[in-house]
């Protein structure tokens, strides 16, 4: 799930304070609280100190303090339902970039440029204020940004500065204790364990280092941190990291997340020590017309609307057909406002678009008259539909369906020639305060299934606009989900990579389903870290499910024997070099390909065309800041 | 004198020095008693670096480079040397023999042999354990597999113990010193092999074992190559294939264990050593620079590039004021703790190929071959220390696989060393020559180069020689090359008329000769110069040189020639040639006919330029063997066969200064030269007729002989003039004695004494002036101390063949040798005196 953004609130700092609830704070000088359930800013308050840069909760989670633009440290209560305005703290110039509480929430520590200070939470005074930039090398000698800060509760202050140094203060004396330099560039972020015995620095060269303490004798008290390990998963600056017991989590600008498990914490082998690499997003950003071989692609403030290519040759494996018909840039339709796009959508035959940003729903209509192609915005759309989390059109245009908030979904008419009639709003039996975030409409019209963000299924009859009946929830999150046109069942793909088929006329899970139950899925499928974000169905073969995720496509043959786990699982191209028995005997349900850069969106436009969206991870770095420059041994 | 034994294979100088780490004395090192300088002297004056080098331990002063003492004993080579923990002025060492020896270093004495019986591939002695030490062996009944085992040494009375108490520590440990190491306070022991770390606590008992992947994702290689343990804290330093250093923590736990990464070389670290205090750790490889890396850390790091080669060892002085890596050149270099470079010393270079063969240099009596590549390097055998080495190709040398550069192939010396011929070669496609002849240039005292002839031969030269005649006429002088384009040629030197000439002579061709379109692979003159004995394939063909016309051939079918020589001396008339086929012959240049044969595959023949023997090297089943014959007689004089398992390369006879006094017939042809030989490995030896016991001993009463062993030149130089004064007038007028030899002692110490560690020039001046002046006392009463000190000379030079240890003896043996052959009947009056003065010097040797 996702919260969509705003083009004037970029968020700086986040926390999670009392319980359940997360604070964002940016450089528009709000605090805004999210609500999780509709996914969008419930409340903002302003804190009056300019651009925020930096919020820290304390231990209880019932204060917030944020760093402002102008130097000031501002306390804000958490009360229920808002945050309230508690007290300034001293001000001093210079913006604060980090703040850390001290474990017991009497002091704050306070990073900005060229010093750190110490703050008395009950007066409101700076007790300690600790220059960062000395023992710095002359020709270096400019600002030096301390970038990120922890108070451990032993009194020691850990900064981390644009000079790649971490460096550990005692704040009562003001003294410097240790200093690493871990790296020559800028040491951009810092985490502490819960132990407080180890720390995680991520620095703008896309690594991350481990510090440790560890006792320099064996059984002796005394006790030094030391830098141990290194890790290279980033190609831009790492701007977040965390420490759990168990994992270092990184986040960088090159828009991957990392979870890299702590060997020597982790029992045995498992799923849990595997390193995993997280690139966003997992939704899905690209819609296709089947039938008008349109793609509508969603980018955050625009949409963009191409007419595919075709070939009029065939080829055999392998080879690269000329195209006859250059793919064609049809249409861009830039939102209004500032808010960015949340979900979007184009119709089966082509001549809808809809989209939808957290306040408002837009609804077009596209002409195609030869060459030229002209949009109209479709008047009169109903004024309760928002806001809209997942848009999905009907296989015959006729109808659009939108997920809305607590758990319902309303449908609406499309009437030719551009207009729009509210028809029903489905709503789950039970109620719910979460939203849908995943649609599937069956071809023939009759079903809807709708997943909310309780990972609750609803299937709904359209015939009836009513219930029909609800899946059996499954502790995973949802993340893909189709119905298949001949039979009627519904497929969900899970988070922990399960594949369910259900039954919608009988209300029950098909007997292949609980076959794959039984058996089990392969090993390697589960320990996959991408989740499917796709499923589409062969028109031909009725057994046929095609399932992608980020790496690798992959058509799952119902008729075919499950592999179990001493079998290859992408077995494809030792497949090619087998004989015919043979390759018949090593068949099995799963035909993997992996050839694909980044795959954004793959469906099946009819039963000899397959379209591909890629998205090579080339291409989001290239359009990134420039890493810092590292020298390679021999470049 | 103890009668001789057989003849023993002994490794000589020129030794490998990076056989084992280096270890620094502590600063301060005990003086010779007899020196009256006060404390004021620099530490690092008694400081001594001592290292393995073949069979020999070998102690260097720091800070004059200076080889001060050779530890003798061991009857293999040494593979560790170790400061004794409890007391530094002594020394642990192992070797392949199977005993541990304990020196008192800084007075050259064997104090203890410990015999282990097992091949000791490494020790380590601790500080911690008095009476054991630890050593690396191997394990009995598997090849290859080594294991770390602790040896009580016990304290029983008496030079030779068996210490039989070996308890094995770690099993499967790496041969090499570098693998293994121990921790801090030696709680526990590290050692890594292939892959895998092994940490074993000593009081826990407990052994951890920590392993990496071989190869990294990455590309990296994850083999250990060496370990270093920090003197304070529990973090282990290990060295891998691919350059990364690991700094290991908390390794008392099993899972939890850490390490951090230093990352510089490009290729296999070699070495790793902490200093003292553990701040820094030096690391060395084959890019020849040191690293310092401060205090753990990535980025704070110091270099000192450009070492010359490849680091092998790295080791530092327990006070971290010095350090020392060992290269793969056979070169010490001594660096500075401010990582500034000190000292050298330089062994024999290891050339990748020897391919000029062993050469003696007839000027300086320096052994001649391939150094540094493109270089020739002068060796001097009896102070075992390069001379100096001389570019021949003058060309940057580019360290790069598969370039092929000029190297140096051939070399002669003229008879008196006045002139030298080098060729050079290199094969890319086509082949390219040089010769190069060299002028030994008085003022400048080294070789000038003066004339160079590009391509002298169509193809490969195969051999080189002069001819050997008074070189007071220029004229006379000849060069001989042969060549595989089947011709040899006649080199003279030709007086240039023209004025403005910058030099007036220069070389030239003389004479083109061939025989039937054979290849020329050897020449060889006669010892009077008048003949020419040339091979061509099968046969031997002689030539006047006078008038270069082919005097007679000789062949020995089927057979091609491997080697010839001319007999010397009395056996003149002979020539002596080896075929590949197996055979020796002698044939009798007057008759013209086959004078004897034998049946052997000789190799190399070797004729001695001082006597009429020859030896000659055979190569028979794996083993080499030594035959020494005269060309006279068809029967060897001596024979020494498995002399050694390695194939023997190359062989030369380097002139004694000092003819030896040989008890046995047998070995008589050892008495005024020596053998040198130079294995495919390129190990250098010589053979000896000495028992290993009796160097023992002597080397033990030496030390009673002399009072006053010299620790450093200064206390030498010190302590030597105390002992003049003692002794008075007596030695006044030896000093005067020696004036008439015109090498004044005390003129040549003042020289040859570095200016910083002379004394004040008021207590110089006496002496100098004395030595200035002429004695006309009578000189036989003065010359009688002389004797008695010849006679333990003479004990002493008879303990050690190779070399004289200091340069005192050196100078001494000069009147000796006049003396020795005439006898002084001394009166009885002048015995007593002395007795007398003789005991008033042993006083102080009970206070030791």
């Known amino acids: 799930q996702a919260i969509p953004g705003h083009q004037a609130r970029s968020v700086e700092a986040l926390c999670w304070a009392a319980g359940e609830r997360l604070f964002g704070a940016g450089l528009s000088g709000d605090i805004t609280e999210y609500d999780l359930e509709r996914l969008r800013p419930a409340r903002a308050v302003d804190g009056f100190g300019g651009p925020i840069w930096s919020m820290a909760a304390n231990n209880d989670g019932t204060r ?89 509760s032993s009194g020691t202050i850990v900064s981390s500065d644009s000079f790649g140094r971490v460096q550990f203060w005692d704040w009562e004396r003001g003294t410097l204790q240790d200093s690493h330099t871990v790296s020559t560039s800028a040491a951009l972020s810092l985490a502490v364990s819960e132990e407080e015995d180890s720390i995680v620095v991520g620095t703008s060269t896309g690594a991350t280092y481990q510090l440790q303490l560890l006792p320099v004798k064996v059984g002796s008290q005394e006790k030094r941190w030391v830098r141990t390990k290194p890790f290279q998963h980033h190609t831009h600056d790492v701007r977040a990291v ?24 982790v029992q045995k082998k498992s799923y849990e020590a595997v390193l995993r690499k997280f690139i966003l997003p997992h939704r899905r950003l690209v819609s296709c017309a089947r039938k008008a071989r349109l793609l509508l692609f969603q980018f955050s403030q625009h949409l963009e609307l191409w007419r595919l290519g075709s070939t009029n040759k065939t080829g055999k494996d392998g080879e690269v057909l000329p195209v006859s018909r250059m793919p064609e840039h049809l249409l861009q339709l830039k939102s209004k406002g500032p808010e960015h796009i949340y979900c979007s959508c184009v119709s089966p035959c082509g001549s809808w678009i809809a989209y939808s940003t957290a306040s408002r729903f837009h609804l077009y209509r596209v002409q195609h008259e030869g060459d030229s192609i002209s949009v109209k915005k479709v008047p009169g759309v109903p004024k309760l539909l928002l806001p809209a989390y997942q848009l999905q059109c009907s296989s015959d245009s006729g109808r ?79 993340t893909a989900l189709a119905i298949h046109p001949a ?64 790496y690798m496509f992959c058509v799952l043959d119902k008729s075919l024997p499950l592999p179990d786990n001493n079998t290859l699982l992408v077995n494809q191209s030792t497949l090619k070099q087998l004989s015919e028995p043979a390759r018949q005997r090593q068949l099995h349900a799963f035909k993997i390909c992996k050839k694909f850069q980044p795959l954004l969106f793959a469906d099946l436009l009819d039963e000899r065309c397959l379209v591909t969206v890629e998205r090579p991870a080339l291409d989001i770095s290239a359009e990134l800041p420039p890493p810092v420059q590292q020298k390679k041994f021999g470049t | 004198m103890v009668a001789p034994a057989a003849l023993r294979v002994v490794r000589c100088g020129g030794s490998a020095l990076h056989g084992a780490r280096a270890v620094f004395s502590l600063a301060g090192g005990r003086r010779a008693p007899s020196d009256p300088a006060g404390p004021s002297r620099p530490s690092s004056l008694c400081r001594f670096l001592l290292c393995a080098s073949g069979d020999f331990v070998k102690m260097y002063s720091v800070a004059t480079e200076e080889l001060v003492r050779l530890l003798r004993g061991h009857s293999d080579l040494v593979t560790g040397v170790q400061l004794a923990p409890h007391n530094h002025l002594q020394l642990y060492s192992c070797s392949l023999d199977g005993t541990i020896k304990l020196w008192d270093f800084t007075d050259g004495i064997l104090i203890k042999t410990f015999t282990i019986g097992y091949k000791l591939l490494a020790l380590y002695a601790l500080p911690t354990s008095e009476d054991s030490v630890f050593v690396i062996i191997p394990k009995r009944g598997e090849r290859d597999t080594f294991q770390l085992a602790s040896v009580k ?12 108490e070996v308890s094995v520590v770690l099993e499967g440990v790496d041969v090499s010193p ?45 083999v250990f190559t060496c370990v270093a343990c920090h003197p304070q804290e529990d973090c282990i330093a290990t060295g891998h294939a691919d350059g990364k250093i690991r700094l290991w923590r908390n390794f008392n736990h099993k899972k939890e264990y850490t390490y951090s990464t230093l990352h510089w070389h490009h290729d296999r670290v070699m070495d790793l050593a902490f200093s003292a205090e553990g701040t820094s750790l030096l690391s060395g490889g084959v890019e020849s620079v040191l690293v310092q890396w401060h205090s753990g850390s990535d980025c704070k790091k110091d270099f000192l590039p450009r070492l010359g080669s ?26 500075n703790s401010n990582l500034r470079f000190s000292k050298t010393i330089q062994g024999l270079i290891k050339a990748r190929e020897v391919k000029t063969g062993l050469v003696v240099d007839p000027r300086t009596k320096a052994l001649v071959l391939n150094g540094e590549p493109g270089h020739l390097q002068f060796y001097c055998l009896q102070t075992d220390r390069q001379l100096y080495s001389l570019d021949i190709v003058q060309q940057e040398y580019i360290h790069q696989a598969g370039l092929n550069q000029s190297d140096l192939v051939r070399v002669a010396f003229s008879a008196q060393g006045k002139w030298l011929a080098t060729v050079e070669e290199r094969k890319e496609t086509d082949l390219e020559l040089q010769l190069k002849l060299w002028f030994f240039d008085e003022k400048t005292q080294s070789f000038k180069l003066n004339t160079r002839i590009s391509m002298p031969h169509e193809d490969r030269i195969t051999a080189m020689c002069f001819r050997d005649t008074d070189e007071l006429e220029d004229d006379s002088l000849m060069l001989v090359t042969a060549g595989r384009d089947c011709v040899f040629k006649v ?53 006047d040189s006078s008038t270069w016309d082919l005097k007679c051939t000789f062949c020995h079918p089927p057979g091609k020639i491997r080697n010839i020589c001319f007999g010397r001396l009395t056996c003149s008339k002979y020539l002596i040639g080896a075929t590949d086929h197996g055979f020796l012959c002698c044939w009798n240049l007057l008759s013209c006919a086959l004078e004897w044969s034998a049946h052997l595959n000789i190799i190399v023949l070797q004729p001695d330029p001082l006597s009429e023997h020859i030896a000659a090297v055979s190569w028979l089943l794996k083993e080499s063997s030594l035959f020494v014959f005269k060309p006279s007689e068809p029967r060897p004089i001596c024979i020494q066969r498995k002399l050694c398992k390695e194939k023997i390369q190359f062989a030369a006879f380097v002139p004694r200064d000092v003819p030896e006094t040989i008890g046995s017939e047998k070995y008589l042809w050892l008495r005024r030269s020596q053998l040198f030989f130079l294995t495919d490995r390129q190990e250098l030896m010589t053979v000896s007729t000495k028992p290993l016991e009796e160097r023992l001993t002597l080397s033990s009463k030496q030390l009673a002989v002399e009072e006053s062993l010299p620790v450093t030149a200064f206390s030498l130089l010190l302590g030597k003039h105390r002992h003049q004064q003692s002794q008075g007038s007596v030695d006044f007028g030896k000093v005067i004695h020696h004036h008439h030899e015109q090498d004044s002692p005390a003129v040549k110490e003042l020289l040859h004494t570095p200016a910083h560690v002379l004394p004040s020039a008021s207590f110089l001046c006496p002496i100098f002036i004395n030595s200035l002046l002429i004695s006309k006392e009578n000189k036989s009463a003065e010359e009688v101390p002389d004797e008695v000190e010849m006679e333990s000379e003479e004990a002493e030079d008879d303990s050690d063949e190779e070399n004289n240890v200091t340069e005192t003896k050196q100078e001494d043996t000069v009147p000796i040798e006049s003396l020795g052959e005439t006898t002084y009947k001394l009166s009885k009056s002048e015995e007593k005196e002395l007795r007398k003065i003789r005991k008033v010097d042993y006083s102080w040797i009970s206070v030791f």
């Open chain 2, 153 to 164: 040494l016990t304290k029983a009375a008496g030079q030779d113990t068996e210490a039989k």
């Open chain 1, 242 to 265: 965390v420490h759990t017991p168990m994992a270092l989590i990184s986040g960088g600008l090159d828009a991957q997340l990392v979870i890299r498990p702590l060997m020597e914490k």
């Open chain 1, 400 to 478: 659009l369906f939108i997920g809305s908030d607590r758990g319902s979904v309303h449908v609406v008419q499309l009437l030719e020639p551009g207009g729009c009639k509210h028809l029903h709003t489905l709503r789950p039996p039970a109620g719910t305060r979460e939203a849908v975030y995943l649609l599937a409409a069956s071809a023939d019209g009759s079903w809807l299934a709708a997943v909310s963000g309780d990972w609750e299924v609803h299937v709904y009859s359209l015939k009836h606009f009513k219930h029909h009946c609800t899946v059996p929830t499954y502790s995973c999150a949802v």
């Open chain 2, 310 to 335: 490849a680091i092998e060892y790295v080791s530092i002085s327990s006070d971290s004021t010095f350090c020392c890596t060992s290269h793969t050149d056979n070169r010490i270099t001594i660096i």
């Open chain 2, 178 to 222: 570098k693998c293994t190491a121990f921790g801090r306070e030696c709680e526990y022991v590290a050692s890594v092999k292939g892959t895998n770390l092994q940490v074993y606590f000593f009081k826990r008992k407990q052994l951890n074992r920590f392993s990496l992947r071989a190869k990294t994702a990455k590309g990296g290689n994850n």
């Open chain 1, 64 to 152: 917030l303090a944020i760093g402002c633009e102008d130097g000031s440290v501002k306390l804000f209560q958490v009360v229920p339902g808002s945050v309230q305005f508690e007290k300034n703290l001293d001000r001093r110039k210079g913006r604060v970039l980090c703040l850390s509480w001290h474990p017991s929430g009497t002091h704050l520590a306070a990073g900005s440029i060229d010093f750190l200070r110490v703050l008395d939470v009950r007066s409101g005074r700076t007790t300690q204020r600790i220059m960062v930039n000395y023992h710095v090398p002359k020709p270096r000698k400019h600002e030096c940004v301390v970038w990120s800060i922890a108070f451990l």
């Open chain 1, 487 to 550: 039979t009627n069942n519904l497929v969900i793909a899970y988070s922990d990579q399960q594949i369910f088929e259900f039954s919608i006329p009988e209300k029950q899970y098909t007997a292949w389903s609980r076959m794959v139950q039984n058996r089990g899925l392969h090993r390697l499928w589960l320990e996959r870290d991408s989740p499917i974000t796709h499923i589409a169905f062969n028109p031909k073969n009725a057994s046929q499910i095609l399932l992608h995720d980020i």
């Open chain 2, 491 to 543: 080199w003279v030197i030709l007086e240039d008329t023209d004025p403005e000439a910058q030099q007036s002579l220069s070389w030239s061709c003389d004479f083109v000769g061939s025989y039937h379109n054979y290849q020329a692979t050897n020449c060889c003159f006669s010892e009077d110069g008048s003949l020419l004995a040339v091979s061509f394939g099968e046969t031997v063909t002689v030539w």
